[in-house]
């Protein structure tokens, strides 16, 4: 199976590598941000007012709030008919369900098994996506409560719930015009998102309709059945995280780059990667692999390398990661906002990397190794100008399939 054949999305032009789409998501990026500014600007100074006087005045950058209401008007256009439709016992049930599955164990089977049989069945029933949810803070109550309910998105309801308490603060009018502006934006970036980065994201409708013909019961069903517009809402976030968090990370004294087990070259049973840290560590049992090329990348560009089975299984916690360290994650398209705010709220200096496509069971029956721009991480890591890494990976994986 090619890496574009049916996956959700690949960031790699066809014979090439994802240096196109770093230039495409920077251009969009630098276009985007002013048209945010001027959208609702006047919303984020008042949030961020608000913020000053609750948090003691620590803030976060502008960008990130200007970023936080973009995906307030995309969530609210794509899951608000669902939040608005329905009913309160299926909303309480899986509630109860999310929390027990972060139990582990025994119960978070048990939740899962009830998530695959009921969970996509009662929160997504496709009559209910054009439902109208009033745009005021009884309406984003329900989304909030219906995004937990999925136990998706716990950590951008727990934005939306800060956001939810500043306009509670302020006047309804206020508040209505506010929803109604970011919904209106959300809009617009759906159309310029998809001229601008569509082409990385051409499988998703068709991986969406094997996803809803598909009958076999899964837990993570509202997870890859995500839309187009929430992939690119996604990559933008990437994007102007990492901008935000920059300056904190080159602080760092220690690096350490978690790459996600997908990216292995051999199957699990072949791979003799170590236990150690917050994961494994890659013992370079295969040639072919990019975990071993990156662990040798970091030996000369000062970074340590650990796998980790999934960003949820991270303990992220001040005991299992030493201070003074800055982290760079690794992740798909359509989970890497969420790893990523699980970092910044453990207050990890933090900056991210895409695979340039998905290859996990979750998203195909036949597993792939996926991989990831060379020349991307090592700018995220360095913050210098970008070495043309990607070519000598290729260079040294063509000697060695011909020495095999």
């Known amino acids: 199976m090619k890496p574009n054949e049916g996956i959700s999305y690949s960031l790699t032009d066809p014979g090439s590598d994802s240096d196109n789409y770093y230039a495409a998501i920077t251009a969009f990026g630098e276009y985007l941000i002013p048209k945010m500014e001027e959208a609702f600007g006047a919303m984020a100074d008042r949030y961020m007012d608000y913020l000053q006087k609750v948090n003691s005045g620590q803030v976060s950058s502008r960008e990130v709030y200007l970023y936080e209401s973009l995906m307030l008007g995309i969530f609210w256009n794509v899951y608000g008919g669902f939040a608005a439709g329905t009913n309160h016992r299926s909303v309480r049930l899986m509630k109860q369900m999310a929390l027990l599955r972060t139990k582990g164990g025994i119960k978070r089977r048990v939740a899962d098994m009830v998530r695959a049989g009921l969970g996509f069945r009662l929160l997504e029933k496709q009559s209910l996506a054009g439902r109208f949810l009033f745009p005021d803070t009884t309406g984003m109550e329900k989304l909030i409560q219906w995004m937990q309910s999925t136990g998706e998105f716990r950590k951008e309801a727990e934005i939306f719930s800060n956001w939810l308490r500043f306009l509670r603060q302020e006047d309804e009018t206020f508040a209505f015009v506010s929803i109604c502006k970011v919904r209106e934006f ?157 970092l910044i709220q453990n207050k990890f200096p933090a900056q991210c990397v895409l695979l340039d496509y998905c290859g996990c069971r979750h998203w195909s029956e036949k597993t792939i190794p996926t991989s990831l721009n060379l020349n991307e991480l090592l700018n995220r890591v360095n913050n210098t100008s970008l070495i043309s890494e990607n070519h000598r990976l290729k260079n040294d994986q063509n000697q060695n399939n011909i020495a095999a």
């Open 186 to 342: 959300a809009r617009f970036f759906a159309s310029e998102s998809d001229d601008c980065l569509g082409e990385y994201t051409q499988n998703v409708n068709q991986f969406r309709q094997q996803i809803l013909l598909n009958r076999h019961l899964r837990e993570d069903k509202i997870s890859v059945n995500k839309q187009k517009v929430e992939y690119h809402l996604n990559m933008m976030g990437a994007f102007i995280y990492n901008r935000a968090l920059q300056s904190d990370f080159n602080k760092s004294k220690r690096k350490i780059v978690l790459l996600p087990a997908c990216m292995k070259a051999n199957p699990p049973a072949e791979c003799k990667a170590e236990k150690a840290g917050l994961g494994e560590r890659c013992t370079g049992c295969s040639g072919l692999c990019q975990i071993n090329h990156i662990t040798h990348l970091g030996k000369k560009h000062h970074f340590t390398v650990e796998i980790v089975k999934h960003s949820s299984d991270i303990s992220l916690t001040k005991k299992s990661i030493p201070d003074g360290c800055g982290l760079i994650g690794v992740a798909c398209v359509s989970t890497v906002i969420s790893g990523g705010l699980e």
